[in-house]
């Protein structure tokens, strides 16, 4: 394998630097990098990772482009919204480099498909938002011998390290149980500083070119914390747990995590139809709910649990939030109180 004249113009500055030079560049070349997410944390990575002229990349994800994306999802432009991110991506990545190999995968990760996807990459990059992907990524990561680069972000910290490198720790190792249910809000729920998952992307973007050029030393077994407030970097060293053993993939992550998506659905269409037959419970913040609503009670779902037999009970009721995980959480809480109603979650409410 050999680099172009176009390829060396491209790559000039790594090619001259002497820990890097030809060599190095050919590893990145040879490399094929799987990256599970392309949101706030998946943009800077992918960006990095194309520049550098990793040689093969490919990008899980089933979601689309919308409008509150753009404030820390650089990579897309109000001409995407609507778009499948994955394929969105690509488009605006190949301009940046003509050289790269992409493989698109919209869909979403399952127990049923990570390991036919994973297999043929050397690294996998996690830049999820859940805990129910996050433990299947490590698990099927570990039964394939593939080391992670993780990354996480809240509000305004993040977390960086790299686990199953050379068999090192795992991300169960640090974590080995899911918290419990509607514990652990995500960016979705309480918002993120927009140059937060630029940072913290960039870090895991650095982890992944170490790993590829065996230059200097990988955050295996250890956890980097960032906070953006007060420039806070913290490393803590954890060791590997080998009294967790790994044999095969759970058949339901999201039920091992305590989260339950059965729910009974409604479109917004339906709703509409309808709107006679249901009554509404809006669980967003009260920010939120100034901006736009579409009519219905209003209980964010940090006040749910005390508020519950405020909830109608005269009709069935229809939950919504904005992007669906906050009335997930609600339903289940609501359930677990017993009313005596038929409960739906609307699929998504448009803004």
Partial sequence: MTLTPSEQKQYDRHLILEDIGLEGQLKLKQAKVLIIGAGGLGCPILQYLT????????????DTVSQSNLQRQIIYTHQDIGKNKAESAISHLK???????FESYNLRLTTDNALDIMKPYDIIIDGTDNFPT?????????LLKKPVVFGSIFKFEGQVSVFNYNNGPTYRCLFPTPPKPNTIPNCSDVGVLGVLPGLIGVLQANEVFKIISGLGDVLSGKLLTYNMLTMAQVVLNFKKNDTIQIKNLENNYEFACGITTN???I?????NKDSEKYNLLDVREHDERALYHIGGQHIPLAELVKRTHEVFTNKDLVVYCKSGLRSQKAIQILKEKKLVIN???LESLKM
């Fill in 51 to 62: 520049a550098a002229g990793v040689g093969t990349i490919g990008i899980v994800d089933n």
């Fill in 95 to 101: 301009l940046l480099n003509p050289y790269i190999k």
């Fill in 134 to 142: 996050r433990y299947l990524i490590n698990d099927a990561a570990v």
């Fill in 263 to 265: 729910h009974l659905k």
């Fill in 267 to 271: 479109t917004i269409d339906q709703l």
């Fill in 343 to 345: 409960i739906l979650q």
